[in-house]
């Protein structure tokens, strides 16, 4: 901020008490914003510096450079956002009928879907990642049963397919919690009203469920997502050379090369990606809302 | 539930399956006596729970584990349910910019947040403190806990909190018996998610803990790098049962329907 | 009342949890004692019972472990100039240099850890005494003797694996594991030193490898499940497996010989000085005798005698060789690099 814009400011806030009565609904946010600020920005800023060799006098974008003209690293960034995108998009087909299903039961019923739903999250990323090569691999579960019925075996590991299949296993509940949480709050009346009217179960969906259920969906997306581009044990477990992704990268440089400043900017340049992608979320969502 | 389509039964059914058949495997395997985890797997043990749960290795951090995710869990809470009330409530200058701030620690991997965190916290003395690894957690689950009260928030008008205070409610009567139990399946979504989410968290830990800190998934990826037996998955059913417990306890005290349904 | 139950019941739970930590925990700390690490499970195992009752029989301090791995370790020494939560800290080769260059160790010497007499140059000189290892493994071959054959050296076995002999059944490290960059290393010694043509080896290799493996866990799986027949794996570890009654699975190192991983023995800087007489624990003869018994992987004092058992799986000294790390450190992030874009 220049001292113009803090002048341009000034008039408006021009006795103590009146900067307080104005602050006065927010303070709520202080604490949270005062906690991020030091212990997530702090640590954040000293990566910033490491990853423009700052412990040496000037500023230096070499490591910037080995990441943005090559283009392998591009290809690796792409392939992790692609691969964000499709975890995301899967995540949330398969899981909004789930989350309906929560929505419209009760009970017991209820509670065991609920259940089912954080079973993923029960079990270390590790273990479950064994798991899913005891059920994957050429011959584990899947191949034993698919071969029992006389079909044609499937070769899902060391590929994008299995990692995919994974990554969506562990990020659904993040997906369905979510989702189930708005529609919840949706009033089933809604529905009832509209199919007295006539109203397909499809057009009920299409025009009254989804659009009210829209912001659980966002929040869904945006945990799914953020949580997919940085996550690295799955791929490098499930995965092979040829399934790359940026977390990936950055453990190797920081446990096998020691290169921390390198590390450190490939951690900058996946947060930028994820907060355009979270800007962009909130941009769309307004002129959607300006537009109904 | 009864009232949906057979398809969307049907389609219910399969996901529930998807969901739990990696980790009924590995539930599966911790039964077995063989020193290697197989499929199918072959003879039956309880060798393994024997072991882990006589085990310091295994037993300490879990206590561990859990006290770092009930911590963790309340100070999100803590912090998030006042910045979301005032996010959706008030005027709140650049709200774009300060939700996608609360929110971008969602967006730094754990590994690089972990090690700069721990130079950072180490400036301060609080590299090998117990209080560094609960600031390690919060930072992760927090977001999570405030995305998930937004979305439940952001659905629900003002008119209920306004009828309170017209009615002559303070600001914090108002909170307790109106705001609160309207934002409960936001809080409980929320808080359960943290809770799995610290308690699973290993790349924080990892540099933060401490041999009296140590958690179960440091002490448990540790011990996976080296050794491929069946004690790792006893161990983990061993989580799956205490999840469960917590899970039964939480559903006994606030009723079945209080989970995740807002009272009306 | 509901309400009092269920806090009742909530602690009751929290109350068993409790319960069997305390009896998992059993003895009751002392005020003082040292922090030595090791990597999980068996090698904890390890130390916890050849180790430290040495050195607690000798100083009367407890020992504990922390377990984890060695860039965890470092950043953790590195974090806390001065108040570092670990006295003895176990290194990879690589990481041990790099601790060293930057200060954060204590040199060793004959007068503070007499056994160090005892230990080869190849242990502990190229690190200019900063850290020594207590025992070293070799990377070999561990494979299906009902399916293949014993291979006889590393060059005739990446030509059949190339050829397509042993089929689809291979695992080899991944250049981007810890020790992949020396066992690359060691496949560029095989073709005169060229790291090129180590690549090339690599790629025409590559459609038989069902995978590059990054932890020891994940190809002892592949191997333990029958997806591969041939695994390039450490002797330790793979006799480990096979004296499990796996008799169907062999070890052998090809010629010339195998790669060695150490664990280096380092004292962090700062440290109490009594931490010295815990690495002369683990390179006495309790210590190394103990620890191969329980690890199978020999120990590098080279006066200690073990029983014929465990002498029969050892790789002998001459048969391996430890890479000039020293030389290699500065081309290893170049190595990583050209792996992740050649091989995929």
């Known amino acids: 901020m220049t001292t113009q814009d803090i002048q341009a400011l000034s008039p408006a806030v021009p006795t103590s008490k009146g900067v307080l009565s104005r602050l006065s609904p927010l303070y709520g946010l202080l604490p949270l914003v005062a906690f991020l600020l030091f212990f997530f920005v702090g640590p954040l800023l000293l990566n910033l510096a490491e990853s423009l060799g700052m412990t040496q006098a000037g500023i230096d974008f070499a490591q910037y450079r080995r990441i943005f003209a ?18 995301t998009v899967i995540c949330a087909i398969i899981g909004y009928p789930l989350a309906y299903a929560i929505a419209r039961s009760s009970g017991l019923q209820k509670s065991l879907l609920i259940f089912a739903i954080v079973i993923p999250l029960l079990v270390n990323v590790v273990v479950r990642s064994f798991g899913w090569m005891v059920l994957l691999s050429g011959k584990g579960a899947l191949n034993w049963v698919l071969s029992s019925f006389g079909l044609p075996t499937l070769s899902l590991m060391y590929h994008w397919g299995g990692v995919t299949i994974a990554l969506v296993h562990v990020m659904l509940p993040f997906m369905v919690l979510s989702l189930a949480s708005t529609l919840e709050t949706l009033d089933p009346r809604l529905e009832e009203a509209a199919a007295v009217l006539g109203a397909s179960r499809f057009a009920t969906f299409r025009r009254i469920v989804l659009p009210l259920s829209l912001e659980g969906l966002m929040t869904g997306s945006i945990l799914v997502f ?7 044990v799955t791929v490098m477990l499930l995965g092979s050379t040829s399934t790359m992704v940026l977390p990936l990268l950055i453990y190797q440089q920081l446990n096998i090369a020691s290169d921390w400043p390198f590390a450190a900017a490939m951690g900058m340049v996946l ?22 | 539930m009864n009232s949906l389509p057979l398809w969307h039964r049907l389609f219910v059914a399969a996901v529930v399956i998807f969901l739990a058949a990696p980790v009924l495997i590995i539930v599966g395997v911790a039964f077995t006596s063989a020193e290697f985890v197989t499929f199918p797997p072959r003879g039956f043990s309880l060798r393994w729970f024997e072991k882990v749960l006589t085990d310091a290795q295994f037993m300490v951090p879990l206590w ?10 309340a100070t999100s809470i803590v912090l998030a349910v006042p910045a979301a009330i005032t996010l959706v409530r008030n005027q709140v200058p650049m709200k774009d910019a300060v939700l996608a701030f609360m929110l971008s620690p969602l967006s730094l991997p754990t590994i690089i947040l972990a090690t700069s965190l721990l130079f950072f916290l180490a400036r301060f003395g609080l590299g090998t403190s117990p209080v560094g690894l609960l600031i390690g957690h919060v930072i992760i689950t927090v977001p999570y806990v405030l995305r998930t009260l937004l979305g439940v928030y952001a659905g629900i008008g003002p008119e209920t909190e306004e009828a309170a205070r017209t009615l002559g409610a303070g600001r914090w009567r108002t909170f307790w018996h109106v705001t609160l139990p309207m934002i409960r399946p936001g809080l409980l979504a929320g808080g359960i998610l943290a809770f799995l989410l610290s308690f699973d968290e290993v790349a924080v830990a990892l540099l933060l803990s401490t041999t009296d800190t140590t958690t179960l998934p440091v002490s448990l990826l540790s011990y996976l790098v080296y050794n491929y037996d069946p004690a790792v998955a006893a161990i983990s059913t061993v989580q799956i049962v205490i999840v469960v417990v917590l899970l039964l306890i939480l559903e006994r005290c606030f009723g079945v329907n209080h989970l995740v349904l807002p009272s009306k | 009342m509901k309400r009092f139950s269920c806090a009742l019941a909530a602690l009751n739970a929290a109350a068993l949890i409790g319960a069997s930590t305390l009896a998992a925990m059993a003895e009751e700390p002392k005020p003082e004692k040292i922090v030595v690490t090791a990597y999980g499970g068996i090698w904890a195992e390890s130390v916890a019972k050849n180790y430290a009752p040495c050195f607690e029989k000798k100083t009367g301090v407890r020992v504990e472990i922390l377990t984890g791995e060695s860039s965890d370790w470092l950043n953790k020494v590195k974090a806390n100039p001065g108040n570092s939560p670990i006295d003895v800290i176990t290194l990879s080769e690589l990481d041990s240099l790099r601790a060293a260059k930057e200060g954060l160790l204590e040199q060793l010497s004959v007068e503070k850890v007499p056994n160090l007499a005892s230990i080869p140059d190849a242990f502990h000189k190229p690190w200019d005494d900063y850290g020594v290892s207590g025992n070293y493994g070799a990377m070999g071959v561990m494979y299906n003797s009902q399916s293949v054959a014993e291979p006889q050296s590393w060059k005739q076995l990446i030509d059949d694996i190339a050829a397509g002999k042993y089929g689809e059944k291979v695992a080899w490290p991944s250049g981007t594991y810890t020790w992949g960059p020396s066992q690359l290393w060691w496949v560029a010694q095989q073709y005169g030193g060229d790291i090129d043509v180590a690549f090339e080896k690599m790629k025409a290799i590559k459609p038989y490898v069902v995978k590059f493996w990054t932890t020891p866990v994940e190809a002892l799986n592949l191997f333990a499940t029958g997806e591969v027949d041939v695994l390039v794996y450490w002797d330790g570890r793979a006799f480990a497996f096979i004296n499990k009654g796996n008799d169907w699975a062999k070890f052998s190192v090809p010629e010339p010989g195998g790669v060695v991983s150490l664990v280096m023995q380092s004292v962090v800087k700062g440290a109490n000085p009594i931490a010295y007489e815990y690495i002369d624990c683990v390179l006495s003869e309790e210590g ?9 992987y020999p120990g590098t004092n080279s006066t200690v005698t073990y029983p014929d058992d465990l002498r029969a799986e050892f790789t002998p000294m001459e048969k391996v060789k430890v890479p000039p790390y020293s030389e290699i450190i500065d081309r290893i992030p170049e190595w990583i690099e050209r792996w992740n874009k050649e091989m995929q």
């Open chain 1, 271 to 292: 947060l930028t990606i994820v907060m355009s992608v979270l800007w962009l979320q909130a941009r769309l969502r307004r002129t959607k809302w300006r537009a109904s």
């Open chain 1, 70 to 87: 090559d283009i392998y690293y591009l290809r690796v960034i792409a392939e992790t956002i692609i691969l964000g995108v499709a975890v």
């Open chain 1, 226 to 232: 953020t949580l997919c581009v940085g996550s690295f």
């Open chain 3, 288 to 296: 190394q005798v103990g620890n191969s018994q329980t690890m199978r």
């Open chain 2, 64 to 73: 561990n584990s859990f006290l770092l995710g009930v911590a963790s869990t």
